[in-house]
């Protein structure tokens, strides 16, 4: 049997998850502002926590009997469609920045956003907050961080200092702080510990 856990906001600091004996673990990854059109409208309530969904929706949540992935994912997935999520206008611009973030990784300050949407900063920030529940500059730190880590796992012979540098970094003592704050490790453990998981590294106890 697989019990429900709950909807999350977005986790601002690393997370550490202990598996152990034997079972599964699913979950579901939805886009930037579909907390709000799930109804959630102050998504910054749920940052870095989670939360039973039987307090945010008025339906069941499904507890899944079997042991088989696809017939969870259909399972989930009704449940998902059943809740009738709607995208505002709001939902839309917050997905719309985070998409802009992701995509030009050269991008370092919400000035820039807010360059790009033709909109001014505090706008993209009031959209940030709203739609998402984090700040614009946040998020643009987090893709970058993703993209190093990224680099980590899969390029060889990677110099943290050019790596630094490339992330618009102005010393590499600022993208190991920073690195270390996003990831739990600094990015010297996290490439030796790396394996063949993406995004994952086992914590050494």
């Given at each position: 049997m697989l019990r429900p856990g709950g909807p999350s906001g977005v986790m601002t600091r690393s997370a550490v998850q202990r598996l152990e004996g034997n079972g599964m673990a699913f979950g579901a990854k939805l886009q930037p502002g579909a907390l709000r059109a799930f109804g959630v409208m102050e998504p910054w309530l749920l940052r870095d926590t989670v939360v039973p969904a039987s307090s945010l929706f008025q339906t069941r949540q499904p507890i899944y009997q079997g042991d088989q992935p696809q017939a969870l994912v259909a399972e989930v997935e009704a449940y998902l469609i059943a809740?009738?999520?709607?995208?505002?206008?709001?939902?839309?611009?917050?997905?719309?920045?985070?998409?802009?973030?992701?995509?030009?990784?050269?991008?370092?300050?919400?000035?820039?956003?807010?360059?790009?949407?033709?909109?001014?900063?505090?706008?993209?920030?009031?959209?940030?907050?709203?739609?998402?529940?984090?700040?614009?500059?946040?998020?643009?730190?987090?893709?970058?961080?993703?993209?190093?880590?990224?680099?980590l796992e899969t390029e060889a012979n990677v110099s943290l200092s050019g790596l630094a540098q490339a992330l618009g970094y102005f010393d590499q003592a600022h993208f190991i702080h920073d690195f270390k704050a996003f990831s739990g490790i600094n990015p010297t453990t996290y490439l030796a510990q790396k394996t063949e998981h993406l995004n994952h590294v086992p914590i050494r106890e």
């Open positions: 809740l009738q999520p709607r995208h505002d206008a709001l939902s839309l611009r917050a997905r719309e920045i985070a998409q802009i973030a992701e995509d030009n990784l050269d991008i370092s300050s919400v000035a820039a956003v807010a360059d790009r949407l033709a909109l001014s900063e505090r706008s993209v920030q009031e959209i940030g907050h709203r739609g998402l529940g984090v700040h614009p500059k946040w998020l643009i730190r987090c893709f970058r961080l993703q993209d190093a880590a990224l680099r």
